[in-house]
């Protein structure tokens, strides 16, 4: 027995030494450690790296830092849509943390060129911020957060004490709580006694959607410039009010890769940032090659990532005057892994993620000076380019939809972007700005490259490979009409009161009497699709017009466009009182006009009993989730309706269809490949057949068009150049197609898809070459790209020209209604331009023949 036992356990050897680390296998050997701090397992109950902590437990152990030592201080900065703690433990000397406002407060004066000449930089401390995990199961990250907060709280002696008077630390211990949550969960019920590196272990195959995101399924680290979400409006709140001198962005990447630091390909970094802030990158990374090299950890650079698009962890603090630095390490995505060179271990991924923390601070502390004089000089240049650029100021104005008005210029406050009120009125090509309507931007403020990053279209590129979109502009995203402004004197002449939070919406209004004999709306309000669906879930018999009409009945005369909403008051679930007080409810809580009219009879137009006022049904959605649906078009599609219209939509598991009735439903979302069995496809088609709607959204109208739901003719792609002397090492990164790019189409503005749009032509993101050709019948592809379609971005002129004319939108009504959202209406929830096409796919669908 003895002798079983000895070789069960001399078997348990091996990768026990891999996954079960002391603290001091992480820590630098030189250092001593105050034994009255408490060591990360004395709060989280097991040893670092032994197993994935729990976020609470991490939340836990940076407050107890924080809440014995005179060093640090805990504060929080969002909860998660799960309502976990997002915050920073803020690590400094005793002397500093008692003064931690007033350093901060001066810190922040490097941003403005006003005061900023005067201040005396070998006086300040650097501020570092090691963010950890923006990816909830890249999570050597978030552990290693554990050991950088137990090394800069409890380590001891000279060495400890310069670092901490020169530098205040921000310790993120977990950017992505809710998507960590799930993936430290999966690995921890998986682990065995002995942890199992075999790649074909389930540990290995997360559920869907994974841990990587959040809550909603969105990448968080794309939403820095989207804000979505509370934990990115949190982060970018954050960030302002440090403004950090060097920002390390900690994630995983393949685990049979090495680690990567920046900087990244030199060919693909962004134009707007100042070539100091690479060149300095470069500097920083002589640190981190000599911690490496001392631990003996392989890593690179100046490969494979970049620095174009201006969103992400690592790029929105270089366009904002800090030095932001991508940081990638090999994850094993559990404790052991399997890998070409032999085995990776959580503990040893964990450690490169310390270490790297620890040569960000020697780097801050060793380049003190020259990073705080970077800061300071890189909004001084801004003023300084902005005097001489040929735009001096942007202006801006909706007035069909004053909430996603209200919510532009609230985007633009939370980036800490210089609005102001237009003082007087000006016409440019046609389109007159009315102060009473719109705002205005100045170039000459410290955030200019980045504004320019939002609102100067962009078409001239260095490289044709992209880690992510290639274009981001705002106004279009949101389909807001604005233009620049190049005369210096206009733009000093234009310039009213500075805005200092979002205006405010104005309440709809009712504009009836009790004794009205209809009720009208248009949906051109950004929240008139939840007043739909509430009235719709009250069983108010609620009718579209399908054509114009005007109605003058004494008291009120007005033209409506199609697309107008109207409520009998007559034959209602409610007494007419009751209905009245209904209405004018939603109507100022949803921001809607709704007008009464005495009378059915129009002077123009249809009458309100015509048949061309569509009887509409309350939408019961479901949604499609699960193995071969995009996680991420499914989390934008679950947000849009559920975050942002309080309307419900049932999440599906795609093979459910195989087994159930999708009676229930009266819309069906595709936004993917599903596996449905034969018996489950024809249950679907039966379903189609008898009146309910499929919309197909993206890649899920390939797979519509292939089992015979929808006919689609797709436009021959365009093959990359051939070489005339290809050589292996020259082989292209990347296909020849479109990265993130903005097109423009035309719209039938008469057509249900395209109710509640008052201009013709609209901004899109398209992400990939396919094109569609449009079909079938000439009156319903209502949505296409222009003659002529780029916007900004990165095309090349045979794929504009293959894009010209094709769909964007097609209603199919051949056997059932099927709309076919060809590309991404909903693209990292900011893309409010086009959310109307996808709602009236759902509210309108089944009425259009």
């Known amino acids: 027995m003895r002798r079983l036992l000895f070789t069960v356990a001399l078997l348990a050897i091996p990768a026990l030494l891999f996954c079960q680390k002391p603290l001091s296998y992480y820590l630098p050997d030189h250092m001593s450690y105050n034994p009255a701090i408490p060591v ?5 109950g097991h040893e670092v790296g032994e197993w994935h902590a729990t976020h609470d437990n991490l939340i836990l152990y940076m407050k107890e830092l924080a809440r014995i030592s005179d060093r640090a201080i805990w504060q929080e900065y969002a909860r998660s849509h799960e309502q976990r703690a997002l915050g920073e433990l803020i690590i400094s000397s005793p002397e500093n943390i008692r003064n931690i406002e007033s350093i901060r407060e001066r810190h922040l004066k490097l941003r403005d060129p006003a005061v900023s000449p005067s201040l005396n930089l070998s006086e300040m401390p650097v501020v570092v911020k090691l963010a950890y995990g923006v990816h909830g199961n890249e999570s050597s990250a978030q552990n290693a957060s554990l050991v950088a907060a137990y090394h800069f709280i409890a380590g001891m002696g000279e060495e400890m004490e310069n670092t901490l008077r020169n530098t205040v630390i921000l310790i993120d211990p977990n950017m992505n709580p809710d998507g960590y949550h799930r993936h430290s969960t999966w690995v921890n019920m998986h682990r065995s006694t002995d942890p199992i590196p075999d790649p074909n272990s389930r540990v290995f195959s997360e559920p869907w959607p994974g841990g990587r995101s959040n809550h909603y399924w969105f990448d968080l680290n794309r939403d820095y410039l989207m804000l979505q979400h509370p934990e990115s409006i949190g982060k970018v709140e954050s960030f302002h009010r440090w403004l950090p001198t060097i920002f390390s962005d900690q994630h995983e990447m393949g685990a049979a890769t090495t680690f990567f630091w920046q900087p990244g390909d030199p060919s693909r970094n962004n134009p707007l940032v100042p070539q ?30 970049d620095d174009f698009y201006v969103g992400k962890g690592s790029s929105y603090p270089d366009i904002h005057g800090s030095i932001g630095i991508l940081i990638e390490q090999a994850g094993p995505k559990s404790h052991l892994r399997e890998v070409p060179s032999g085995l990776l271990s959580f503990p040893f991924a964990i450690k490169n993620q310390f270490t790297i923390g620890l040569s960000s601070v020697e ?93 100067e279209p962009i078409f001239e590129f260095d490289s044709d490979v992209f880690y992510d979109i290639s274009t981001w502009i705002f106004p279009m995203s ?121 009378t059915g009879l129009t002077p123009v ?48 598991p795609a093979t459910r269809f195989n087994f159930i009735s999708p009676d229930r439903y009266n819309v069906i979302i595709v936004a993917g490949s599903p596996s449905l069995s034969q018996a489950g496809l024809e249950s679907l088609r039966t379903w189609n057949r008898r009146g309910g709607v499929i919309i197909g959204y993206k890649g899920g109208n390939t797979w519509l068009a292939r089992n015979d739901f929808i006919n689609i003719s797709t436009v021959p792609g365009v093959s990359a150049p051939r070489p005339d002397n290809p050589v292996y090492g020259d082989r292209p990164d ?8 903005i097109f423009n189409t035309v719209m039938d503005l008469t057509h249900p898809l395209c109710y509640g749009y008052t201009r013709s032509e609209l901004p899109v993101l398209k992400h990939g070459a396919a094109a569609i050709e449009p079909g079938p019948g000439i009156y319903n592809t209502p949505v296409r790209y222009t003659g002529s379609p780029l916007l900004s971005g990165h095309a090349s002129d045979e ?22 959202l060809y590309d991404n209406t909903n693209f990292r929830g900011i893309w409010y331009g086009t959310t109307k096409i996808f709602m009236n796919s759902i509210f309108f669908g089944h009425i259009i023949r």
């Open 40 to 44: 990360p397992a004395d709060i989280i």
């Open 276 to 305: 100091i802030n690479y060149d300095l990158t470069g500097e920083i990374a002589k640190y981190h090659a000599k911690f490496f090299d001392q631990i003996g950890s392989l890593y690179f650079q100046e490969e494979r990532f």
């Open 363 to 455: 780097a801050g502390i060793s380049m003190r000076e020259k990073l705080l004089e970077f800061q300071r000089d890189f909004f001084i240049t801004a003023m300084e380019e902005a005097e001489n650029h040929p735009v001096k100021a942007y202006v801006f104005s909706e007035t069909d939809d004053k909430t996603k008005l209200s919510r532009f210029v609230d985007y633009l406050l939370q980036h800490q972007i210089e609005v102001y009120r237009l003082e007087n009125d000006i016409s440019i090509d046609g389109f007159t700005y009315t102060s009473e309507e719109s705002f205005m931007i100045p170039m000459a403020q410290p955030n200019f490259r980045f504004i320019r990053s939002l609102f």
């Open 478 to 598: 949101f389909n807001i009409p604005y233009d620049a402004v190049t005369n210096a004197r206009d733009a000093a002449t234009l310039r009213g009161a500075q805005v200092n939070q979002a205006p405010e919406v104005k309440s709809g209004s009712l504009t009836a009497s009790r004794d009205a004999y209809a009720y009208l709306f248009e949906i051109n309000e950004y929240f008139s699709y939840s007043m739909l669906y509430k009235l719709l879930d009250a069983g108010l018999t609620t009718r579209v017009a399908k054509q114009p009409f005007t109605i003058d009945d004494g008291t009120l005369r007005r033209d409506f466009p199609n697309g107008t909403v109207m409520v009998h008051a007559f034959d209602q679930p409610m007494e007419r009182d009751e209905l009245y007080s209904f209405m004018r409810r939603l109507a100022e809580r949803y921001n809607v006009d709704v007008y009464g009219t005495t």
């Open 605 to 652: 137009g249809i009458d309100l009993g015509s048949g061309n006022m569509a009887l509409l049904r309350k939408p019961s959605i479901a949604l499609m989730v699960d193995s071969g649906i995009n996680s991420r078009d499914a989390g934008e599609i679950w947000h849009l309706l559920d975050v942002k219209f309080g309307i419900p939509v049932t999440l599906v």
């Open 734 to 741: 990347s296909p020849h197609g479109i990265p993130g790019t």
């Open 799 to 820: 794929n504009v020209e293959r894009i010209a004319g094709t769909a964007f939108a097609t209603a199919h009504t051949s056997g059932g209604r099927v709309i076919s």
